[in-house]
């Protein structure tokens, strides 16, 4: 789970402590979110592996496809690539029936795409790429409340493999990825449901594509690692101010890395895990970040070396580690980082091996993966369900 995903389960578990106040993404809730994560500070955790279980399959085996939680608690899968090619159908999963529907299609097939939950609760998908067209400039929304699909323009740049952050004032910042004419783009852009608009924002610092993006407590983003022009991994970071739409440059990763996740965990640090390609490797260790410093800093490594992987903020802030590429296959092995000690564990295997796979935060605490591939090729179709033991907490805090 990204940044913004990860603020908004902090918004929607504060409304459940406080539910005499709606916690909403905009309109001054950005204390509520820091509010939430200072809460979830000062609790003690007790560690465990949890449990898989089988949940139904999905209805088009596609691996490099979105899951975006909806605020009705259903979860929407969109694109990617299967066996009949780039795909234009869209599912959702209903965690209640346990059941996958179909959501419509989109209106251009594509893959290594973006999805975003907007503040007003439709879904903007951006960029990727297909057979016809290539890279993709094309955006387009999906309305929950009617379940159809609607343009969203045009990106000013087209593009895959690149970021899509939703920013505390509402509108989507996307970062970097492959273009048309250069193998990475230093290029930005804004998106603004407001007006249903593409706007450039300041370049980047330096191009990049296989990177990751976090937004942080302060409003700002976190752009990490990639690969550049010459295909080279990095170990540059730099941050977005929406406010000032400047970029500046921040310390360095301690270790050069691609396909890898960054997490913002409770205190407010971004998580840095795995990352690597089938040559040369994947990687163990793990950085944080702390805003304050500006400086990346190693914690315990994990114990597998992956890429590929999904990262996702539990509801006691624990961060599960699942699937991923290792340098001999599909992973099945998952396993968790407890940002209050800095310590891992191992969790429960996958009841399959995968990678290119989402993960998704439930409303009830477990995690929904879905589809992705084996080494191979071969794609899974498969969803399964994570849910964590249920362990005392202890207030820690004042």
């Avoid at 890279?135 to 309305?143: C, R, V």
């Avoid at 070396?305 to 340098?327: E, K, M, N, Q, Y």
Wanted: aromatic residues 8%.
């Amino acid at each position: 789970m990204d940044g913004d995903a990860y603020a908004h389960s902090m918004l929607r578990r504060l409304s459940a402590i406080v539910p005499s106040r709606r916690a909403r993404w905009f309109g001054g809730s950005w204390a509520l979110a820091a509010t939430a994560l200072a809460l979830l500070a000062a609790t003690a955790v007790a560690a465990g592996s949890g449990q898989w279980s089988s949940a139904d399959r999905l209805r088009t085996s596609r691996e490099f496809h979105t899951a975006t939680l909806l605020p009705q608690g259903q979860v929407l899968v969109t694109g990617g690539f299967g066996y009949d090619g780039f795909l234009s159908s869209s599912e959702l999963y209903d965690p209640v029936k346990r059941a996958w529907n179909n959501a419509g299609r989109l209106r251009t097939p594509r893959f290594a795409q973006t999805a975003t939950l907007l503040g007003n609760g439709k879904v903007l998908v951006a960029g990727g790429a297909n057979l016809d067209k290539g890279f993709l400039a094309s955006a387009e929304l999906f309305d929950p409340a009617t379940g159809t699909w609607s343009s969203a323009g045009n990106m000013r740049t087209a593009r895959n493999n690149h970021t899509a952050t939703l920013l505390p004032d509402g509108r989507v910042l996307v970062t970097g990825g492959l273009g048309k004419r250069v193998p990475a783009l230093d290029r930005a852009e804004l998106y603004d449901p407001a007006t249903n608009r593409w706007s450039s924002a300041a370049k980047m610092r330096t191009s990049r594509y296989h990177h990751a993006a976090v937004l942080m407590l302060d409003g700002r983003v976190l752009v990490t690692g990639g690969q550049n022009r010459a295909e080279r991994f990095r170990n540059s970071a730099e941050i977005y101010n929406p406010v000032r739409n400047r970029w500046h440059t921040t310390g360095r990763l301690r270790t050069p890395r691609v396909n890898h996740t960054s997490t913002l965990t409770a205190d407010g640090k971004v998580l840095i895990v795995g990352g690597g390609d089938r040559a040369p490797g994947f990687t163990k260790r793990v950085e944080r970040y702390n805003p304050s410093s500006g400086r990346f800093t190693y914690t315990r490594a994990a114990r597998i070396p992956r890429g590929f992987h999904t990262a996702t903020t539990l509801a006691d802030g624990r961060v599960l580690i699942s699937g991923g590429f290792g340098d001999r296959g599909a992973l099945s092995r998952a396993e968790i980082y407890d940002p209050r000690t800095s310590r891992w564990r191992s969790g429960s295997s996958q009841r399959t091996a995968r990678a290119h796979q989402t993960a998704t935060l439930l409303e009830d605490g477990t995690v929904l993966v879905a589809g992705g591939a084996r080494y191979s090729g071969t794609l899974v179709p498969s969803a399964e369900r994570y849910r964590p033991t249920k362990a005392k907490t202890t207030n820690t805090g004042p």
